[in-house]
């Protein structure tokens, strides 16, 4: 299977701004600016026409070494994903590289990020709600072959809904 997915951007790297898709004007709305002071580790959006545990598309993290725009189509290298529980919900952060920038063209799984990378993405998201008092509970990479099969089954869910 292509492990090569369109991610759309919904948060640039290094933002503290929460932005979402209005999923009724299809407009990029600011959600929120982070109760922390910390920025998103990586790019952050969806995929589109998925749909994960929780109600919303499945999420995409995509390390890059630039940040885009909220609505930027960015093709992504998925490389694993993240085991979260967010609020009492599972919530899978699907990670990945641009597939289009030559910076990441040796990495093809998570063991080819660095263990620092890997770290600080898991402390974003152990502490990035801890100020408005939601708990998130942060578990275990998964390697591609785990993260393309729940992509898999976001998508079989996407069409059955």
């Keep these: 299977m292509n492990n090569v997915v ?38 952050y959006g969806y995929i589109e026409n998925t749909l994960a545990n929780d109600g919303d598309p499945l999420d995409i993290l995509v390390i890059s070494s630039e940040p885009t725009f909220p609505g930027c189509i960015v093709p992504a290298r998925v490389i694993g994903y993240l085991s979260v529980i967010d609020n009492g919900h599972e919530d899978y952060k699907l990670i990945s590289v641009v597939n289009v920038d030559p910076r990441y ?51 079989k869910r996407y069409l059955e809904r």
Excluded at 15 to 36: A, C, G, H, Q, W
Excluded at 110 to 135: A, C, G, R, V
Aim: proline share 2%; hydrophobic share 35%.
């Design 105 to 155: 063209n040796e990495v093809k799984c998570l063991n080819d990020l660095s263990n620092f990378t890997l770290e600080e993405i898991k402390n974003f998201f152990q502490n990035y709600k801890t100020l408005q008092n939601i708990e998130v509970k942060v578990y275990d990479y998964y390697d591609t072959d785990k993260a393309l099969k729940l992509i898999e089954e976001c998508k």
């Design 6 to 43: 369109d991610a759309v951007i919904e948060i640039p790297l290094k933002t503290k701004n929460k932005f979402e898709i209005d999923k009724k004007s299809n407009r990029i709305k600011l959600d929120r600016v982070l109760y922390s002071a910390m920025s998103y580790p990586a790019e």
